[in-house]
């Protein structure tokens, strides 16, 4: 049996979760009132621009799912920590059934109401943030944002460039893959928005639970 450290960290569930993180912020900004579910940076920055501005219940559309961003971290931590590696299910598979749960509930949130169904989204992408982090071969890697990828991806190509190591140039490869995945997911959310609307972050449910099953069957193997 391997590792579930391995099963967690391989490049099959990387694609599963990155597809859901960029379907997740395509969600989030088509149709919930352009919030970032994910790029909690640019939510940041909305907030102060519209708090100098002093229009304070639109910062606040974007301040809260930061927090939530944070909320999830602290529960995917504290998961972490009290139920440990030594049981049937290893925790990271309970964060991507609770948070496949949690989305679906989302989908159910009418319209008019976008900051709880927001405030959820990010608190289930900081969770997933906190939860997986490295990718076989002891590389980090964000399966809901793009920016440590690309500059990781831009770090290994320099490096190839002038070392010619084929390990670099893989690994630049690799994350440049990862970004290409992250888009694809987007496009997928946002076609599904145009389709089903609100229901369209089943997909990333879908794809969540997807990487639950993965993860035990791997484990099993």
Request: glycine share 10%.
């Amino acid at each position: 049996m391997k590792p579930s450290s391995d099963v967690s960290q391989s490049i099959p569930l990387t694609v599963l979760l990155t597809l859901s993180g960029g379907l997740m912020d395509a969600y989030s900004y088509m149709c919930r009132d352009k919030v970032f579910a994910n790029a909690q940076t640019g939510n940041i920055l909305l907030f102060g621009v519209h708090l100098v501005e002093g229009n304070l219940p639109v910062s606040l559309r974007y301040l809260i799912p930061v927090l939530a961003f944070a909320a999830g971290i602290t529960a995917a931590e504290l998961f972490c920590r009290l139920i440990g590696e030594d049981k049937r299910l290893h925790w990271r598979q309970l964060v991507l059934i609770a948070e496949a749960l949690i989305l679906a509930g989302v989908a159910f949130i009418p319209a008019g109401y976008s900051l709880p169904a927001n405030s959820l989204i990010s608190f289930a992408c900081g969770a997933q943030v906190e939860s997986f982090r490295v990718l076989s071969g002891g590389r980090g890697v964000a399966t809901t944002m793009c920016i440590g990828n690309l500059r990781a991806a831009t770090q290994h190509l320099c490096d190839y460039r002038f070392s010619r190591d084929k390990a670099a140039l893989q690994s630049g490869l690799l994350y440049l893959g990862i970004i290409t995945v992250f888009v694809c997911g987007a496009i997928t959310g946002d076609l599904l928005v145009d389709i089903i609307g609100e229901y369209a972050i089943l997909g990333s449910a879908e794809l969540l639970l997807a990487g639950a099953m993965l993860m035990h069957i791997r484990k099993e193997s």
